[in-house]
T-cell receptor, first 115, second 117 residues
């Protein structure tokens, strides 16, 4: 069974640009969540999607957005990039939404560098 | 809001020895879930072990076990017979139960574990 796939793995952008990251969950998983990982702030929750609806959102500015498609694949977009957006963006999928014992399966992440 | 604290940024252990990684958390909820995740260098994060707060028995997974002290809000991870492959960053995480709006994981800052051969 294929794991969580994130693309691209690495990318470099300049300030002011926008970026779109993609996540394909494990087959059969309908919940996808996104996390930002930085050395200073650690892992911070961005948002979670289930059945194409955003169910939960972290404390990030509106420049960060996402969506989920009918096949459960998800994308996140960051507009007007800032230097501080440089981070590893992790996607995680699970079978169910909102059930505490549901294990999250993480992808390898997309490493974004903003120059 | 829940918080998770991992106060030790780095630890080192000799191969075949035992090491304990500490984690404390703060919550007003009586029921919740706790996790330890492992993130090897440049590799994906994987679940090591989970603990349901309503269970008094400490979780165990092969060489990994936890010491869950609910009253003290402490959740430490013990790794026995450490192996070189255990070298990684370890994150402690908290999750509210069955409340969709709060289904996110709250992570600690992580601890980097190195294993000496």
């Amino acid at each position: 069974k294929a794991g969580v796939t994130q693309t691209p793995r690495y990318l470099i952008k300049t300030r002011g640009q926008q970026v779109t990251l993609s996540c394909s969950p494990i087959s059969g998983h309908r919940s996808v969540s996104w996390y930002q990982q930085t050395p200073g702030q650690g892992l911070q929750f961005l948002f979670e999607y289930f059945s194409e609806t955003q169910r939960n959102k972290g404390n990030f500015p509106g420049r960060f957005s996402g969506r989920q498609f009918s096949n459960s694949r998800s994308e996140m977009n960051v507009s007007t990039l800032e230097l501080g957006d440089s981070a590893l963006y992790l996607c995680a999928s699970s079978t169910l939404w909102g059930l505490g014992t549901g294990e999250l399966f993480f992808g390898e992440g997309s490493r974004l560098t903003v120059l | 809001a829940q918080t998770v604290t991992q106060s030790q940024p780095e630890m080192s252990v000799q191969e075949a020895e035992t090491v304990t990684l500490s984690c404390t958390y703060d919550t007003s909820e009586s029921d919740y879930y706790l996790f330890w995740y492992k993130q090897p260098p440049s590799r994906q994060m994987i679940l090591v072990i989970r603990q349901e707060a309503y269970k008094q028995q400490n979780a165990t997974e092969n060489r990994f076990s936890v010491n869950f002290q609910k009253a003290a809000k402490s959740f430490s991870l013990k790794i026995s017979d450490s192996q070189l492959g255990d070298a990684a960053m370890y994150f402690c995480a908290y999750r509210s139960p069955n409340t969709g709006a709060n289904s996110k994981l709250t992570f600690g800052k992580g601890i980097t574990l190195s294993v000496r051969p």
